[in-house]
């Protein structure tokens, strides 16, 4: 076997833990059916009786941080939404298994550990902090006014630093300022509705990175994966005759920053972002690592979208998803059907439920044929 096969052969783990793993992570229920399985199995996910928004404002001031940036820091990493403890556990060689937790995505791997950190900081177990959405989030402000240091900055634009450093990458401070700027709202899966008004914030636009002409896809910025999460190939017109669709379970910042870190040893040719934009982390001619099954990763192109499988998915997902599919079809003959383009549960060997159920097939296809 080769060392991508292993690299990338979640096939090879139990398939127990990987069925329940998965079927946590990508539920056709989507979350509410996720947390009401973490809270059978004993976890509190989601005190009852306390609000989001209250949680939000408890950490704000006991960490002296802004609840307007808590809030958006939680929007864009998981849509305030409470995933289960094991939906992304670290799993080496799995391209969802980031080991990121909670509403704050508080990051267990070999290589960090903001979980233990925010633990040391609040005095919370690293059990709690990983399923009491109340102690995440106050494990996340402690983290965050941890990195800002004693004097705390003033104004929100100040806190874009510390923003980029919790993240791992200034992409993230970018989609988390824009959510300042733009506000949010959303009424999540527990039925609380939050809304955060549009804050006065300098924030600075996504900056395009298409310097250095990497990109094959014209309407994709360039954001190299680190090449040693997937292999240099050749790939011509007959290789490639299939395309494989991913949810990331993450943001748009937080897919990137994670094929693009030397330890990962996983990858996606794209990713595709809630607002429709488009990151290109792979040549085209390489081979990515995103099937978990070499035959396939050799033959595909891995197409990643950030979201989580129990929420909708938008518009633009799938209207920029699917005018990239339709390039890809026209650059490898790659006919527009549920044969060639496939979901990343329909691969031989692989037990994983991704992209999920909410992910409708029938209009995705008419879009490609639409846009080809
Ligand atoms: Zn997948």
């Keep these: ?119 040391g900081l609040t005095g919370f ?15 996340g402000a402690a983290v965050l006014a941890d990195i800002a240091g004693e004097e705390k900055p003033p104004e929100l634009d100040g806190w874009y630093e510390a923003v980029a450093e919790y993240g791992g990458n200034d992409l993230y401070a970018q989609e988390v300022f824009g959510v300042l700027e733009d506000g949010a709202s959303a009424t999540i899966s527990t039925g609380e509705t939050l809304n955060l008004a549009p804050q006065e914030v300098d924030a600075p636009q996504i900056l395009t990175s298409r310097s250095g002409g990497g990109a094959d896809y014209g309407r994709a910025d360039w954001r190299p994966a680190y090449r040693g999460n997937y292999t240099n190939r050749n790939r011509g017109v007959t290789t ?52 978990g099954n070499w035959k396939y990763n050799r033959r595909s192109i891995g197409i990643e979208h950030a979201g989580y499988a129990g929420r909708r998915w938008t518009d633009s997902t799938y209207r920029s998803s699917a005018r990239l599919s339709a390039y890809l079809s026209r650059r490898f003959n790659i006919p527009v059907d549920r044969q060639h383009i496939r979901g990343h549960g329909s691969v031989p060997g692989v037990a994983t439920r991704c992209p999920g159920r909410r992910f409708n097939w029938e209009r995705y296809l008419r879009l490609v044929r639409h846009y080809k």
């Design 240 to 291: 490639v005759d299939s395309i494989i669709i991913h949810i990331a379970q993450g943001s748009y910042s937080g897919t990137i920053g994670w094929f693009q870190h030397r330890r990962a040893n996983v990858s996606a040719h794209y990713v595709v972002g809630r607002t429709g934009r488009v990151a290109q982390c792979v040549r085209n001619e390489d081979v990515a690592w995103h099937a």
């Design 125 to 139: 177990s690293e059990e709690r902090l990983k399923s009491e959405r109340a102690a995440n989030v106050g494990g």
């Design 1 to 119: 076997m080769c060392v991508e096969c292993s690299r990338t052969a979640p096939e090879a783990r139990p398939h127990n833990s990987i069925d329940r793993r998965d079927f946590l992570r990508l539920s056709g229920t989507g979350l509410a059916g996720a947390v009401l399985l973490g809270g059978a199995g004993g976890r509190v996910l989601a005190q009852a009786g306390t609000s989001l928004k209250g949680e939000f404002a408890s950490a704000a001031t006991e960490y002296s941080v802004p609840k307007e940036l808590l809030m958006a820091m939680g929007y864009v990493n998981t849509l305030w939404e409470m995933p289960p403890p094991e939906a992304t556990d670290y799993q080496p060689g799995d391209l969802h298994g980031r080991g990121t937790y909670g509403i704050m995505q508080l990051v267990r791997t070999p290589w960090e550990d903001t979980l233990g950190k925010a633990a």
